[in-house]
């Protein structure tokens, strides 16, 4: 069956490519050839074009005598004058063999695999290194391919686990087996069971040998013929087709770099063609134009002109001109980081692309993420744009869209763009999430939630019946089921089970857009008494929350608008929090606590009697919700 949001097959997906095969088959392999340039050579090259720079008068003199020479205390002049000339170039020439040398064995003693529960790296010379990243624990997996690194056809896979400093990165590896090897990763990591690709035969030896095989190219290169031969096409971002043959030689090579510079940035085999996004830069220019940061540097500008017009001093005009040359650098990098801006669902998670000459392209897998903000900034709302960040337990050493921080997976849309974006993210959370918590309920012999869909309650009504008459719930309906309902193939959940999670997705989403704007009692939210007024001046009728299937919402902000969206398996515990003046005003905060990000998920200045209700609500649903929780493994079939 197809699934509806990457319209791909539901299945695990093709086999590994021969190559990428060959990477997982578990034993240890080094990087791209070209790494210890990537990672060293261009600081020794601007060692070296800084001594150049020193001797240039020197250089332009052998060849246009009586040529200005350096000037007088010149350190290059100084050793010419001693007859020291020989001997510093014998020491250039030493230190640049050493530093080969060092990156030579710094790229022989890196190494990697990747098991079918581990992705592994062992590095360093004099001081071991070794990094491990367990498949069940991974949070994303991104590919960066920063403009010199897709001259030479390399990129860079970074797999993000929970926790400070916890991330491996192999850096950098052939830019065509790059999105196939992330690919394979999450397949191990959801659970799914699928052979790899058979391995090729000797007539087509593997490009990527291991370690110890008397061929070394383990992650491909630009050594011509063999790499072109055998693997044609790439299966990263834009690829021509994996099997298409590649004309040999340096015409060839030529050949594969362009197009692997003008391929789309998704994978058009995992994801659909279009990005259910698309970002104008008229949009992008005008969001980054109205963001703080201009408020700020107006701010600026208007302090330094009063204080020059009352006290007459023009010097502090110059402490503008910084400001204006790092406001250009701000806004330049800020708009083309998110040209080429994509996000689409594939079978193992949301991937979002973005980049014009440095790419980054990161795909999020089912249940990573943990809370979700809608937010409104008060120079937007004439234009009716919103942004979207969320909340990880894992933090990724590149900058994600616009320049921002990596949670930010939608940098400026519109309404329209916000539910397109949350129809991708929401599902696995929100839709498996409702039924797990009525089906929960329902083994209990409680009714559910009013909340609920009515496909919910028709799905969970038989075990409804079986709880009353103390047999167990029906297979259909227990977490396994909920699980293959969104992220197998579909065909293993029952058609009541699957409607139910559409329904509840769709239901969660309605009320998310009525958050959006309404203020008060509208859309079923609780709000703040009028005495809370004294603490939210502008804001006491937007401050409110309510549940949702498979999610708690809070609405927060009359001048910067937000809307949070916690979907209940991510709840670690809820807190309920009442001070002094609180006390006295009766009221109370509520916190839901999630992993540290730039959202904070607590209502404050609620009624005491509603902040204590809804906290023993929210605690009983997502204790059920994460029960009933199967989106660690997202692609594992039913026994």
């Given amino acids: 069956m197809s699934d509806p949001r990457t319209g791909a097959d539901g299945g695990g997906g093709r086999p590994a490519p021969p190559d990428v095969a060959a990477l997982t088959d578990g034993e240890w392999h080094r990087l791209h050839p070209a790494t210890p340039l990537l990672k060293g050579g261009i600081a020794l090259a601007a060692v070296l074009v800084i001594l150049f720079n020193n001797a240039r008068e020197y250089v332009v003199e052998l060849f246009v005598p009586g040529g200005r020479r350096g000037d007088e205390g010149d350190p290059f002049g100084y050793v010419v004058d001693q007859g020291w000339l020989g001997l510093l170039l014998l ?90 090897l992330r690919r394979e990763i999450l397949r191990r990591a959801g659970g799914a069971q699928q052979p790899h690709a058979p391995a090729p035969s000797a007539a087509g030896a593997p490009v990527d040998a291991p370690v110890d095989a008397p061929v ?35 015409g060839g090579l030529v050949e594969q770099r362009a197009n692997e510079f003008l391929a789309p940035e998704l994978d058009p085999d995992e994801a659909p063609p279009q990005s259910v996004v698309a970002l104008s830069p008229g949009r992008l220019i005008g969001s980054t134009v109205l963001s703080g940061y201009t408020l700020f540097l107006l701010a600026a500008v208007v302090a330094i002109v009063i204080s020059v017009v009352t006290t007459g001093e023009w010097f502090l005009l110059f402490v503008l001109l910084p400001a204006v040359l790092g406001s250009g650098g701000f806004y330049v990098n800020r708009i083309t980081k998110s040209l080429r801006y994509t996000i689409a669902g594939t079978r193992d998670g949301v991937r979002i692309g973005y980049g014009l000459f440095s790419t980054s392209n990161e795909t999020l897998p089912p249940g990573r993420i943990h809370s979700v903000k809608v937010s409104q900034p008060l120079l937007w709302r004439p234009f009716g744009w919103w942004d979207v960040k969320i909340n990880r337990a894992s933090r ?56 609920v869909p009515e496909a919910v309650a028709s799905a969970t009504g038989p075990a409804t019946d079986a709880s009353s008459t103390g047999d167990a719930a029906p297979p259909a309906l227990g977490g396994e089921a909920l699980g293959d309902a969104t992220f197998a193939t579909g065909e293993a959940a029952p058609p009541a089970v699957r409607d139910a999670v559409e329904a509840t997705t769709e239901h969660t989403l309605s009320l998310v857009e009525g958050g959006l704007r309404s203020s008060g009692t509208d859309g079923g939210f609780t709000v703040s008494p009028r005495r809370a007024a004294v603490l939210r001046w502008f804001s006491w009728r ?45 009221l109370a905060t509520v ?42 493994r997202w692609s594992e079939e039913t026994p």
């Avoid at 590149?398 to 519109?414: S, W």
């Avoid at 916690?566 to 006295?584: E, N």
């Avoid at 906290?615 to 919700?625: D, I, L, P, Q, Y």
């Fill in 91 to 180: 020491a250039v020439v030493v230190v640049i063999a050493l530093f080969v040398g060092g990156f030579w064995l710094s790229w022989r003693m890196h190494t990697f695999r990747v098991g079918d529960d581990v992705v592994e790296v062992r590095s360093g010379i004099v001081f071991r290194t070794n990094r491990r990243a367990r498949l069940d624990r991974i949070q994303g997996i991104n590919i960066q391919r920063p403009l010199l690194a897709r001259v030479f056809g390399a990129a860079k896979l970074e797999v993000n686990q929970a926790g400070q400093d916890a991330n491996v990165n192999l850096a950098y590896l052939r830019s065509a087996s790059a999105d196939d």
């Fill in 591 to 632: 916190h839901l606590h999630t992993v540290q990000g730039p959202i904070v998920a607590e209502i404050g200045a609620l009624d005491q009697d509603d902040a204590l209700g809804f906290f023993t609500t929210a605690g009983r649903e997502a204790v059920a919700a994460a029960h009933a929780d199967r989106t660690h």
């Fill in 542 to 586: 937007r401050n409110g929350f309510r549940t949702a299937p498979g999610a708690l919402l809070l609405r927060k902000g009359a001048i910067w608008r937000q809307l949070v969206i916690v979907p209940l398996p991510r709840v670690q515990s809820v807190g309920l929090v009442q001070g002094p003046l609180r006390r006295r005003l009766r």
């Fill in 216 to 250: 070394d190219a383990t992650a491909g290169g630009t050594d011509g013929a063999t790499h072109a031969a055998a693997v044609a096409g790439t299966a990263g971002p834009g690829h021509p087709d994996v099997h298409a043959p590649h004309r040999q030689g340096f």
């Fill in 396 to 451: 990724s050493s590149t900058k994600g869209a616009a320049g921002q921080e990596n949670t930010t997976i939608l940098p400026v849309g519109d309404e329209d763009d916000v539910r397109r974006v949350l129809e991708l993210v929401l599902p696995e959370l929100v839709g498996v999430a409702a039924v797990g918590v009525a089906t929960e309920e329902a083994r209990a012999g409680s009714t559910a939630s009013a909340d």
